[in-house]
C-alpha cells in the first residue's frame, strides 16, 4: 500500500529556518515523481514543484522558485521542502503528493501545517 | 502567466446535474485533471487525463474537454459530493503545473 506520511505542525518565527519531511513506503521511492502543494488558510491550491529521486531532477512552479527548496533523501525514502528565511505569508497546509505518471495525483499526504508568526 | 479559470461556486439540488468548467489556453494541448477536497481533508484525484476515472471513484463522475474549457460533471449529485473542486494542467512551454481556482459545490 502507497503511503506518504508528512511530519508534524510547525510554529515558527519569522526569519527561522524550517524543513518539512514526507516519508514514502509502500512502492520504489526513486521510480515515481513527487510534488509540494501549499494551500493557505481559506485558499485554494497552489502547486510548488516537483522532484524524480531517481536522479535528483526538480521543477519549480515560477511563483516559488527561489523562495524554497525541494530535495528528497533516497536512503530513508523521504521528501523534504525546506526554506531559509520563513515569512508570515509562508503560513500554510503543505501537501506533499505522487502521481502515477506526472500530472495525476493518486497519492496525497495528510498536510504539514506550518504556522509563522512573531 | 499561465492560468486556469474557474467559476466560484455551483449550487445543484440532490440529484441533478452539476458542471463545472475549467478555462485556459493550455487545455487544447494538455490534459486536465479533476481533485475533490473536501473541508479538512487532503485533495482527492477524481478524474485523470480529460475523462479517466480512477478506480473507486463513482461512475457519477465524469470529466470532458474540448478547446481550451475542461468540464467536469456530477450527473445525479450527492449530499456527500459537497467540497470543493479543482482542475489541474501542465504549461505547454515550460515545466510548470497549475492548481484552478477552485469551486466550491453545494449539494443542497
Known amino acids: 500500500e502507497v503511503q506518504l506520511v508528512q511530519s508534524g505542525a510547525e510554529v515558527k518565527k519569522p526569519g527561522e529556518s524550517l524543513k518539512i519531511s514526507c516519508k514514502a513506503s509502500g512502492y520504489n521511492f526513486t521510480s515515481y515523481w513527487i510534488a509540494w502543494v501549499r494551500q493557505m488558510p481559506g485558499k485554494g491550491l497552489e502547486w510548488m514543484g516537483i522532484?524524480?529521486?531517481?536522479?535528483?531532477?526538480?521543477r519549480y512552479s515560477p511563483a516559488f522558485q527561489g523562495q524554497v527548496t525541494i530535495s528528497a533523501d533516497k536512503s530513508i525514502n523521504t521528501a523534504y521542502l525546506q526554506w531559509s528565511s520563513l515569512k508570515a505569508s509562508d503560513t500554510a497546509t503543505y501537501y506533499c503528493?505522487?502521481?502515477?505518471?506526472?500530472?495525476?495525483?493518486?497519492?496525497w499526504g495528510q498536510g504539514t501545517l506550518v504556522t509563522v508568526s512573531s | 502567466s499561465f492560468e486556469l479559470t474557474q467559476p466560484p461556486s455551483v449550487s445543484v439540488s440532490p440529484g441533478q446535474t452539476a458542471r463545472i468548467t475549467c478555462s485556459g489556453d493550455a487545455l487544447p494541448k494538455k490534459y486536465a485533471y479533476w481533485y475533490q477536497q473536501k473541508s479538512g481533508q487532503a485533495p482527492v484525484l477524481v478524474i485523470y487525463e480529460d475523462s479517466k476515472r480512477p478506480s473507486g471513484i463513482p461512475e457519477r463522475f465524469s470529466g470532458s474537454s474540448s478547446g481550451t474549457m475542461a468540464t467536469l460533471t456530477i450527473s445525479g449529485a450527492q449530499v456527500e459530493d459537497e467540497a470543493d473542486y479543482y482542475c489541474y494542467s501542465t504549461d505547454s512551454s515550460v515545466n510548470n503545473s497549475v492548481f484552478g481556482t477552485g469551486t466550491k459545490v453545494t449539494v443542497l
Open positions: 503528493a505522487r502521481p502515477t505518471t506526472y500530472s495525476d495525483y493518486h497519492y
Open positions: 522532484l524524480y529521486p531517481g536522479d535528483s531532477e526538480t
